[in-house]
């Protein structure tokens, strides 16, 4: 099945399958942009199901004094470190034909180890993961 990622109103379809905003949506637009550009349709598919997978565990992390089924939080941790690493990797190969002010741009906002990049990260991962959930329910409508 092919999406039209290019259509204007794609990322309002998103937000209004899921009922709520998406927190970094100019850049979700960037990096869709990015994908169409480039042909990178798979990458993006695999890297919305890495940001959903992340946004996953993060609520394990959070949640897990609560769930008794949950007996190694480090495994957890380290499970989510290799798979925020994978996720920026892969939002690196996707972006990497991107102007180098844009690539700047994502470094400085995203992939430099800080608070809050970590906290950027996290909610464009969050704005991913709305789109992989509203990308499986377009596929479930054929």
């Given at each position: 099945m092919k999406i039209n990622l290019i259509d204007n109103s794609f990322l309002?379809?998103?937000?209004?399958?899921?009922?709520?905003?998406?927190?970094?949506?100019?850049?979700?637009?960037?990096?869709?942009?990015?994908?169409?550009?480039?042909?990178?349709?798979?990458?993006?598919?695999?890297?919305t199901f890495t940001a959903k997978y992340i946004c996953g565990m993060l609520r394990v992390i959070k949640n897990a004094p609560g769930i008794p089924e949950v007996t190694s939080i480090e495994h957890i941790k380290s499970d989510l470190s290799e798979n925020i690493?994978?996720?920026?990797?892969?939002?690196?190969?996707?972006?990497?034909?991107?102007?180098?002010?844009?690539q700047n741009y994502f470094e400085q906002t995203y992939f430099k180890l800080t608070t809050q990049n970590f906290t950027n990260l996290s909610g464009l991962f969050s704005d991913l993961e709305s789109v992989k959930k509203f990308l499986n329910y377009l596929k479930r409508q054929i």
């Open positions: 309002s379809e998103v937000e209004n399958y899921t009922g709520s905003f998406l927190q970094k949506k100019e850049d979700v637009k960037k990096i869709i942009d990015a994908v169409v550009a480039g042909g990178k349709e798979n990458e993006f598919e695999e890297l690493k994978k996720g920026i990797e892969q939002l690196k190969q996707i972006l990497s034909s991107v102007s180098e002010s844009e």
